[in-house]
């Protein structure tokens, strides 16, 4: 159903009004989507379905002012090849793609063209680190200026052979002894927060996205399901797409892990253990998301007709906005285990801490096995002692 909610909006973007009717239908079938849930309810005992819907809005901007800028150097090669060097590092977010794509658009030429050089101080110095998810900005902007420096120099030779190629206008340039290397510097300069009298802007802009999450829990063991996730964000005109998309599943899967898995536990001091060692110490113990983790149903779209003119060519930062949204699926468990409570009379408000993990799922769901663990510790209060540090 959501997946018809989604392609509706993609439909309707492009008309404004029709904007209200995609409202209606939004509302429409998310209510029809708890009705459903409610009444597998009813249907089921030991297994409990919930529902939920989290927005998230993240600022996008380095903290300290001077971290956020960027460098990037551009050599034209008398056979029309481009090389490229910037100060980011690839490190599987598809950085170098963009800026390979920033770098062929600006120039006006294929990106079969432009060859990339990897990360190293000799060619751009004083990079900040990758990271805050402002790379693309900082880095596109500055491969976007020296290429328009490139294209101003070679704008004399573009003009007295209308017809020509880029590889004749690049021969001609250097004939005509036209430097064609460049290095540029982009730097975010709105960035003026003052902590002592608490005004200015913080942050450059923001993205924001919405996920639903529905999901299964049985209630016996605490194990749960992900039966479908739909998340709309807003990435203002992509650049890429795909890695984009790639981008939002990533860091919803993260947020998953986060919010219902990944639980540092710590010792007690013991014989063996000095107090505060740390007992998830690798894949045993620690758990993170898998293959069996991924939404049964998984639909992400990007926002239409949503430019930002801050940013490199009106897009959006995408690499860490989207993790929270994993906390829907957190939400949407303590949905399921609310209806067991309250068939069980429970209708006060519960703690539920982060990462809801198996054993606080099955703990949360009352029952005679779950009240015989209690009423042990209670019996044992005085005498046990913790195993674990709590933190």
Known sequence: MMSVLLQLKTSTGQYKHLDHVYDCMKTWLVTIIIIITKNYYRKNLWKKRGISVIPTTFGVGFYPKFMCQGGALVHVYTDG??????????????????????????????????????????????????????????????????????????????????????????????????????????????????????????????????????????????????????????????????????QVEGAFAQGVGLFTMEELIFLEETSRNPRGQLFTNGPGNYKIPCFSDVPIEFNVSLLNGSPNKRAIYSSRAVGEPPLFLGASVAFAIRDAIATVRKQAGMTECFTLDSPVTCERIRMACPDHITQQVLNQCRLNAGSAKRWNVLV
């Open 81 to 246: 090849s481009v090389l490229l060097a910037h100060g980011g590092v690839e490190m599987g977010q598809g950085l170098h793609t963009k800026m390979v794509q920033v770098c062929a658009r600006a120039l006006g030429i294929p990106p079969s063209k432009v060859h990339i050089s990897e990360m190293s101080t000799n060619t751009v110095a004083n990079a900040s680190p990758t990271a805050a998810s402002v790379s693309a900005d900082l880095y596109g902007m500055a491969v976007k200026r020296a290429c328009e420096q490139i294209k101003e120099r070679l704008s004399p030779y573009m003009e007295a052979n209308l017809k020509g190629t880029w590889e004749e206008w690049v021969t001609a340039a250097y004939v005509d002894m036209t430097n064609l290397s460049v290095q540029d510097y982009y730097c975010i300069k709105d960035i003026d927060y003052d902590w002592e009298t608490k005004t200015g802007r913080y942050y450059d802009y923001f993205t924001s996205g919405v996920a639903c999450s529905e999901v299964e829990v049985d209630i016996l063991t605490g194990a749960y399901h992900i039966i479908s996730t739909d998340i709309i964000m807003d990435v203002g005109d992509s650049i890429n797409p795909a890695l984009d998309i790639g």
